[in-house]
């Protein structure tokens, strides 16, 4: 992180002490902001435990409308599909985002690299709405043939066992996540190639490696952990998402492994979604807690991933 | 250097007199791409399928120069070629969504907006009135209206804390931190603690738009913190201490030199900011609800958004026109944001030298 201010305050003490208080409520209010925030995230977890927690024991027959008889069984399948979705959103989406961040940081020649970053910003300003509509009404159809061919050859695989003929499948939710996922991996990884110090790189030039050489030899092993955390932001982007997956997967009862078929279990998110305007008494508490444990694990991640990113920042700072 | 002074062995005096390896001709890469088209090109010709041509195509490239590039140049710069090709490769895969998903959501939207869709709402008043989307493009203003009222004054202010006031403290650092975490809340969260959140204060069933704004500014203020710090941090320091010398006291520098200097940043941040919420659905499904009518008060009632409205409307037969040109409004909505965004943020940036 560059900073152009010294660790110094430049303020001199009479500058915060005297002119009528004014300071002193300036900076209060500031303070107060900040204390908002905090108090937002906390409201945030006690608001969900408040009204879930009686999500948690509710009668037998709540959970049996849903996909199991008790609260574990009713969302592990959710668990399940969330995480399908999201492995298979990484699957296609880390490889694609660290060649892109490649492209912007090491290939593209200076007046094509900021419009290349642009142009990936902008699948991050597509609205997510946009992107479940596309995906469910277009791209499904698009992907059958896709995945008939992977019945086809790979068949005696159980994850390609039966292919739904609508399309509209874990999998193509996973790709829809993929793209809704790239921008924040390449944004974080572009970052970190772009650190690479250059006398690394021109060491490894002057030996007479070639470009992938010199990025195998200098780039990656300089990158490596910011990858990790944009791989696990990524993660936390795509176990959270709902309208993807919601207007793109047609939802089933029972958790499957067949990922072609459109009978699995909706994710976490997607379910709250999709179950949300149902009256039936206990079901909206029964989301609630739901949308705990999403928050829960979301925060676990993010707060991993960033907990990566600033301890690689102070490393560099120093 | 001692190798220099050695003779050079005369056994292999092809190779050892050239001091350079053998190289395919500069436009080698030119070359392979030219015929790279033409059989996609012919692919095409012959009855495939567009995608297939391009991906065969991009295969024939892909194998060419690589294969070409070590009968000549050997191993390494074989495997180099190959890399730079699949790594520009990651660049054009990324594209083909965007400019597929703009395609199709302007050919349908286009032919779906008229004047009597812009003007007028979903609610029939007869049989045969025309209905458009107006009560779902002014649900949309005032909604992420809170949002931003909401937001931007408490995430500027909580940057103005951390980089001027809370500099290295434990406090500061304990919310920056936090604030990136928060970043990554799934908007359906947001909706959910919206929504137990209000109807513990005001009784089940209770909907409104102000509760829709409390949601997308949960997910608002990070973004909004994390661009004015990064733009209160290239304010440069003398200015502050100008301003000092002046005998100004620190919160009249901060209100009257540094976030003018900072202004055209943060509204940059602020309004992509804006064009990042203005698409949420998630939360206002939960806590918004959904609507034909245009309901104008944000506190009672229930208030449609253009994103709830295509999600609502997908899937009943016979509301494409709605639906996509729903899209298509809101996608103009957002990509005029960013560009105001970008350029606000050129006009506004203070000038240099």
């Given amino acids: 992180m560059t900073t152009t201010k010294s660790d110094l305050d430049a303020a001199p003490a009479w500058a915060t002490r005297k002119a009528g208080g004014g300071d002193a409520v300036f900076k209060g209010t500031a303070f107060a902001s900040a204390c908002v925030i905090l108090l937002a995230l906390a409201g945030v977890f006690v608001f969900l435990s408040l009204k879930g927690a009686q999500g948690f024991t509710q009668p037998t027959e709540v959970y049996q409308r849903g996909y199991g008889d008790s609260f574990i069984g009713y969302v592990l399948p959710l668990l399940g599909g969330t995480v399908i979705a999201a492995v298979i959103a990484l699957i296609i989406a880390v490889p694609l985002a660290i060649g892109i961040a490649l492209v912007i940081t090491q290939y593209a020649p200076p007046w094509l690299a900021s419009p290349v970053a642009y142009v990936i910003d902008l699948l991050a300003a597509v609205p997510s709405v946009i992107y479940g509509l596309w995906g469910g009404l277009f791209l499904a159809p698009k992907l059958v043939p896709v995945y008939q061919w992977f019945h086809d050859t790979l068949g005696f695989i159980p994850l390609f066992g039966k292919v739904a003929t609508s399309g509209r499948s874990i999998s193509t939710a996973g790709v829809v996540l993929a793209i809704m996922i790239l921008p924040i991996i ?131 700072a120093v | 250097m001692t190798s220099l002074d050695q003779p050079t062995r005369t056994s292999s005096d092809r190779v050892a007199t050239s001091m350079v390896s053998a190289r395919l001709p500069q436009r080698a890469p030119l070359m392979v791409a030219g015929i790279a088209v033409a059989v996609g090109a012919l692919c095409l010709l012959l009855g495939l399928g567009l995608v297939p041509a391009v991906l065969i195509g991009a295969l024939v490239y892909l194998v060419a120069l690589p294969v070409w590039s070590l009968s000549i140049e050997g191993r390494r710069t074989a495997t180099d070629r190959m890399m730079t090709g699949l790594i520009w490769a990651t660049f054009a895969i990324a594209l083909a969504p965007l400019i597929s998903l703009v395609w199709q959501v302007i050919a349908r939207g286009v032919p779906a907006i008229n004047s009597t869709f812009l003007t007028y709402s979903g609610f029939k008043t007869s049989l045969d009135a025309p209905t458009g989307v107006y009560h779902a493009i002014i649900g949309t203003l005032i909604i992420t209206a809170g949002a931003a009222i909401i937001s931007v004054p408490i995430g500027i202010m909580t940057a103005v804390y951390l980089i001027e006031y809370g500099k290295k403290n434990s406090f500061a650092r304990t919310v920056t931190f936090l604030v990136d975490v928060m970043t990554g809340i799934p908007s359906i969260v947001a909706g959910l603690f919206a929504f137990a959140m209000f109807t513990l204060l005001f009784g089940p069933g209770y909907k409104s738009a102000i509760g829709g704004s409390v949601a997308l500014s949960l997910l608002m203020v990070p973004t909004v913190v994390r661009a004015t710090e990064e733009m209160l941090r290239l304010v440069p320091d003398d200015l502050r201490e100008a301003s000092y010398a002046l005998g100004t006291p620190k919160w009249r520098t901060i209100t009257k030199v540094v976030l003018p200097t900072a202004i055209g940043g943060i509204i940059t941040g602020v309004t992509l900011a804006i064009s990042r919420v203005i698409g949420e659905t998630a939360p206002l499904l939960l806590i918004a609800g959904a609507t034909d009518i245009t309901n104008t008060n944000p506190f009672s009632g229930d208030m449609t958004t253009l994103p709830v409205l295509i999600f609502g409307k997908r899937t009943s037969a016979g509301n494409e026109d709605i639906i996509w040109g729903a899209a298509l409004v809101l996608i103009v909505i957002v990509m005029l944001l960013n560009l105001v965004a970008r350029v606000l943020g050129k006009v506004l940036s203070p000038k240099q030298g």
């Fill in chain 1, 186 to 316: 390449t944004a974080i990884s572009r970052e970190v190639f772009a650190r690479t110090p250059r006398l690394h790189r021109e060491a490894a030039l002057a030996l007479g490696a070639t470009r992938w050489e010199t990025i195998r030899m200098t780039v990656f092993p300089y990158g490596r952990s910011g990858v990790v955390s944009a791989v696990m932001l990524g993660l936390g982007r795509a176990l959270g998402e709902t309208l993807a997956v919601v207007m793109v997967l047609s939802p089933g009862t029972i958790f499957t492994i067949d990922l072609f078929s459109g009978s699995n279990t909706p994710s976490i998110a997607a379910n709250v979604a999709l179950k949300y305007s149902e009256r039936s008494p206990g079901t909206l508490e029964v989301l609630i807690a739901t949308g705990l444990v999403l928050f829960v694990m979301t925060f676990v991640v993010n707060f991993a991933a960033r907990y990566i990113v600033a301890r690689q920042e102070r490393k560099f």
